[in-house]
């Protein structure tokens, strides 16, 4: 596709649950980020990924939370043991990979409710 | 750590008239990018405009200006004309030149309505 393509769109689990969440990026975009946004409030940094690996990952607010981007195109956000408190919308970003390159390219996200 | 600072929760406009949405910043690099993203209820952060600091001139795009102000560290958004359309929240950001790709940086927002 043409956009940044997140799933699913919402996604409801009973506390202490396994979710993931997918991202499918900008074809050639080798830079993807993953930000957290609860309600009413700005987007806050979980990780970013150059190609496969994880260039800066200090925003994971906690080991139940890790990612992956094992080809270097999708990535997948795994939240274990979810606590209400993991409710928010994940969003997900895309760039070009290389120096001095500005602009973010944003899927819709998915919102996560944790019951 | 770099920090965004939009103080204002919230502004009203009225359709055609022009309003300015205010945001501070707070870094001790020279260089750096700084964005104003919009957000309509479908969550889609879109990008509305973008200054690099070592530009003198103020970033334009159609309706929206930007007046950056970089030994005071800040970068107000104004929209001319208002439209019914541009009605969302509206979040200021900063990205630094050091390395590639790194992280963006977002104030908390500040929800704009447009009155007819």
């Known amino acids: 596709g043409a956009g940044v393509s997140q799933t699913p769109s919402n996604k409801v689990t009973e506390k202490g649950k396994y979710v993931e969440l997918r991202c499918d990026p900008i074809?050639?975009?080798?830079?993807l980020y993953w930000y957290r946004q609860s309600l009413g409030q700005g987007p806050e940094f979980l990780i970013y990924?150059?190609?496969?690996?994880?260039?800066?990952d200090s925003g994971l607010p906690n080991d139940r939370f890790f990612a992956v981007r094992p080809e270097g195109s999708v990535s997948t956000l795994k939240i274990q043991r979810t606590e209400r408190g993991d409710s928010a919308v994940y969003l997900c970003?895309?760039?070009?990979?290389?120096?001095?390159?500005?602009?973010?390219?944003f899927g819709e996200g998915s919102r996560l409710t944790v019951l | 750590a770099q920090t965004v600072t939009q103080s204002q929760p919230e502004m009203s406009v009225q359709e055609a008239e022009t309003v300015t949405l205010s945001c501070t910043y707070d870094?001790?690099?020279?260089?750096?990018?700084l964005f104003w993203y919009k957000q309509p209820p479908s969550r889609q952060m879109i990008l509305v405009i973008r200054?690099?600091?070592?530009?003198?001139q103020n970033a334009t795009e159609n309706r929206f200006s930007v007046n950056f102000q970089k030994a005071a560290k800040s970068f107000s958004l104004k929209i001319s004309d208002s439209q019914l359309g541009d009605a969302a929240m509206y979040f200021c950001?900063?990205?630094?030149?050091?390395?590639?790709?790194?992280?963006?940086?977002f104030g908390k927002g500040i929800t704009l309505s447009v009155r007819p």
């Open positions: 870094t001790s690099e020279s260089d750096y990018y």
């Open positions: 990924f150059q190609g496969t690996g994880a260039a800066d």
């Open positions: 200054q690099e600091a070592y530009k003198q």
């Open positions: 970003a895309s760039s070009l990979g290389g120096a001095k390159v500005g602009e973010l390219f």
């Open positions: 074809s050639g975009h080798t830079a």
């Open positions: 950001a900063y990205r630094s030149f050091t390395g590639a790709n790194s992280k963006l940086t």
